[in-house]
């Protein structure tokens, strides 16, 4: 099963981007880890029949009274967890381990961080970034297969509007960067 992963799209019409469509119409279920934004944001992705979602710490009431704050379902004997905040730190991912120990899970999706992220141990952490408004990252998704009890991942670049501190980062390499200057 093929699955598209993703969160923090901040929407706030019911328009999706063209970058996404083709993805999501080639994906079996789409996956959103919260922040629609609005609920045009949220009716356009639920259109598909074939979203599974959480809201996110920026959606509004109606959005909340649709979706859960997280949720368990299972996919060819794999489980999987989804929230939006599985913790706040970008680089330690503790939290989001033992979330996903206490769900029961072997795969927890969580959102919120605007940058990519797929750990494996024994369990998978996947963050898929936010294919609108990254950090630290170029836009993204997540594609997830999921083939008789087994999981593979990859990140998705989407190309186009990166964060200002990529185009930072970017510049950096024209000039001396920082760590290798002599102290």
Known sequence: MRLIVLSDT???TGTIPEKLLPLLDASELIIHAGDFSSAAAY???AASGKLKAVFGNTDDFEIRKKLPEKQKFEIEGVRIGLVHEGGLS???TTSQ???AKEMGVD??????LHRPLIE?????LICP???TNPRMSEPSVVELIINNGSVSG???SLGGSVCGFMKFQDSLSEKEKPSERDI
């Open 10 to 12: 901040h929407l706030k």
């Open 43 to 45: 009716e356009a992705f």
């Open 90 to 92: 970008i680089t330690d």
């Open 97 to 99: 381990y033992y979330l």
């Open 107 to 112: 795969v927890l999706i969580f959102g919120h």
């Open 120 to 124: 494996k141990g024994d369990v998978v």
């Open 129 to 131: 970034g936010s294919p």
């Open 154 to 156: 990859r990140v998705i």
